[in-house]
Nanobody, 123 residues
Framework: QVQLVESGGGLVQAGGSLRLSCAAS????????MGWFRQAPGKEREFVAA????????YYADSVKGRFTISRDNAKNTVYLQMNSPQPEDTAVYYC????????????????WGQGTQVTVSS
């Protein structure tokens, strides 16, 4: 069982930067691949980024590639999403998710989810 708590959301100007954090409970965090997803009003939840249990492999949606960076610190049981140069279309509730095994990009493959943190990007 893994419990996830996101933080770091808020209001940011377009072109600025923001770092989201996701703290995980449990002693086996390093066994889990982690993902970030987002959901804008009226839209389905979509994949943003994922990272393998070791941090050695990362995956990004085309829409954020080159702007967002996912990373993790297994000693702190935390995964991060560094958002550089966010744009208004990045406005959404951001969720972190965990799964045992390899990192995946499909949301149904993640078993554990956080409650989400709102990110609003102003133009």
């Amino acid at each position: 069982q893994v419990q996830l708590v996101e933080s770091g959301g808020g209001l940011v100007q377009a072109g600025g930067s923001l770092r989201l954090s996701c703290a995980a409970s449990g002693r086996t965090f390093s066994s889990y691949a982690m993902g970030w997803f987002r959901q804008a009003p009226g839209k389905e939840r979509e994949f943003v980024a994922a990272i393998s249990w070791s941090g050695g492999n990362t995956y990004y949606a085309d829409s954020v590639k080159g702007r967002f960076t996912i990373s993790r610190d297994n000693a702190k049981n935390t995964v991060y999403l560094q958002m550089n140069s966010p744009q208004p279309e990045d406005t959404a509730v951001y969720y972190c998710a965990a799964r045992l095994g390899e990192a995946r990009i499909l949301r149904f493959e993640y078993r554990y989810w956080g409650q989400g943190t709102q990110v609003t990007v102003s133009s």
